[in-house]
């Protein structure tokens, strides 16, 4: 049984020795008890703030401890009464081969799931992420100009789609052509911008003739402040990640543009509205499954996966993660379905 546990908090940017990989012996389930054996580990972002000791929403994982994450498993062993071995189930066993579960926070696979791996994107946190936050916060209207970053990734890719699909122009931002021709000739959008290029904010404002009337924060940094000239009165910003930042040890060097923030949100009546996807919207599960089933099925949204083999290559995939080197949804197959 691998396992690769937090071996020091990052400084900066993850390294591989911030993680290490154990080896142990597979447990056996008690009474009450199952064994897990993880097919596919989801990777994302969120798993750079479990790494840090600073305050956050959630607890930090501890020095020494298997690095958490959302995973497809198949159960092999049961001594629990609602559970039979070969069941798949959505679980947050972690970074590791198998795991013991007494049944708590386990979610049973729908069989009409199409293919697991999708619990953990399209159909899971990520596809979740992006349509409460758009359609409850966001609000979309027909006809008005959304704008989405990351927009080839697992959150992006989804908030573009729906947007397109309320009626909206939608202009995503990627990093490199080869994404942005994706994003635009496989997703439907109607223009992506590449955030490396230096030219970005003339090309946003040449993007959006009518203004932004939402921008869907997945990364702040330099392509916040691209934004933040061309919105419009009553924009809608939900602020969902801002991945150009979780490697900072400290606030940029000034000059300090707080002021040109809060002046924009005044005068412009702008809400911006930070949400933590399962705290906030977790009963609404339900309802996002049954529309994102519709819309996959009739092929009106489309997904990307990016599928990195082996257990022992999480760490690498994940530093390339917070780089961009990922395109689509990132997962861990960690033995074959
Ligand atoms: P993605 O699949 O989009 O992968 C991350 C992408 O971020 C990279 O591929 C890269 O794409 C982009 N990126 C990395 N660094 C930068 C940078 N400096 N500037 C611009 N873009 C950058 O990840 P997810 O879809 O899983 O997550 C997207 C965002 O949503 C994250 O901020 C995440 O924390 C947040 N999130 C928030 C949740 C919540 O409950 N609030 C729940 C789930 C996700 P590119 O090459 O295109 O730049």
Known sequence: NRRIVLNSRPVGAPRDDDFRLEEAEIPQPAKGQLLLRTLYLSLDPYMRGRMSDAPSY????????????????????????????????????GWQDYALS???????????????????????????????????????????????????????????????????RVVGIAGGSEKCRYVVDELGFDACLDHHSATLPQALADACPQGIDVYFENVG?????????????????????????????????????????TRTLLVKRIKMQGFIIFDDYGDRYGEFFAAMFGWLTAGKVKFREDIVDGLENAP?????????????????RVAPA
């Not at 994450?69 to 159960?75: D, Q, Y």
């Open 221 to 261: 940094g330099a392509v916040f402040d691209a934004v933040l000239p061309l919105l419009n009165v009553r924009a809608r910003i939900p602020v969902c990640g801002l991945i150009a930042h979780y490697n900072d040890q400290s606030l940029p060097p000034g000059p300090n543009r707080l002021g040109l923030l």
């Open 58 to 93: 959630a607890a930090p994982v501890g020095i020494g401890e298997p690095m958490p994450g959302g995973t497809v498993a198949r159960v092999e062993a049961s001594q629990h009464g609602d559970y039979n071995a070969g069941d798949l189930v959505l679980a947050y066993s």
């Open 102 to 168: 007494d049944g708590q926070g386990l979610v049973k696979l729908d069989p009409a799931m199409p293919q697991p791996s999708l619990a953990l994107g399209v159909l899971g946190m990520p596809g979740f992420t992006a349509y409460m936050g758009l359609l409850d916060i966001g609000r979309p209207q027909a006809g008005e100009t959304v704008v989405v970053a990351a927009a080839s990734g697992a959150v992006g890719s989804v908030v573009g789609q729906i947007a397109r699909l309320k009626g909206c």
């Open 316 to 332: 690498q995939a994940f530093i390339g993660l917070l780089e961009g080197r990922n395109f689509g949804k990132l997962l861990v």
